[in-house]
């Protein structure tokens, strides 16, 4: 029913966001006549609110279907460097002020995991989130894959960033803990550090229901 709810109010809160999404895009387009910096800069702070709040639906289904126990995942392999920069450059493009900015390093060996690659990329969007109110100044994603190492590391570092109210209720985090563990990986919070461990091989976790799982394709 919790899942059922959520669906519900998931889909009443994004027919609003598509009208809004919408007249701004006529806005930035100056189908109501030109705009002013300060104007072009105050519709570039809404744009990056809807983005957010759409992040945070999907937050919401992706924990609802996780604890009813409706959480799919469709794995292949895939390259974590490539969906870490493309994690990066779409969080860069909606970040707002006062936000880390962001240095990416890459692991000279290769980095694949076999993952669900739409959860991938969720995960990484809800950690780079949680991380922009953890962290000031300048923020790291390293990416990591050692010869002794089963899996990938992704670990996002930065200086701690005074009291906030971003994500109050750790919801980013909870989300990068959940897809995590149910590919068979594990999270570790530090003051100036999160650590994200995936195995090469997933390891479905207790509660994952894999669907119509396709024969493992390498991602070029």
Do not use: K
């Not at 387009?29 to 300060?38: C, I, N, S, V, Y």
Request: aromatic letters at 2%.
């Amino acid at each position: 029913m919790q899942a059922q709810f959520l669906q519900l109010i998931s889909h009443e809160l994004r027919t609003p966001l598509t009208g809004i999404r919408g007249y701004s895009d006529l806005l930035a387009a100056e189908r109501a006549g030109p705009l002013t910096d300060r104007q072009r800069h105050m519709l570039t702070m809404l744009n990056s609110c809807v983005h957010r709040l759409d992040s945070l639906i999907d937050d919401l289904l992706l924990l609802a279907s996780v604890d009813a126990g409706m959480y799919g995942l469709v794995v292949e392999d895939l390259d974590v460097a490539r969906a870490c920069e493309r994690a990066v450059r779409t969080h860069t493009a909606h970040a707002r002020p006062g936000e880390p900015v962001w240095r990416t390093a890459r692991a000279d060996r290769p980095c694949v995991v076999q993952a669900d690659p739409r959860q991938l990329d969720h995960l990484l969007a809800a950690l780079l989130n949680h991380a922009a109110g953890a962290f000031a100044g300048q923020a790291e994603l390293v990416l990591t894959a050692a010869p002794d190492d089963p899996g990938v590391r992704i670990t996002v570092s930065g200086t701690a960033a005074p009291a906030t109210a971003e994500d109050p209720a750790g919801l980013g985090l909870a989300v990068v803990r959940a897809v995590a563990e149910q590919h068979g990986g594990a999270v570790t919070v530090g003051d100036t550090a999160i650590r994200v461990a995936l195995p090469h091989l997933a390891r479905p976790g207790a509660r994952l229901r894999v669907v119509d799982r396709p024969r493992v394709r390498r991602v070029a």
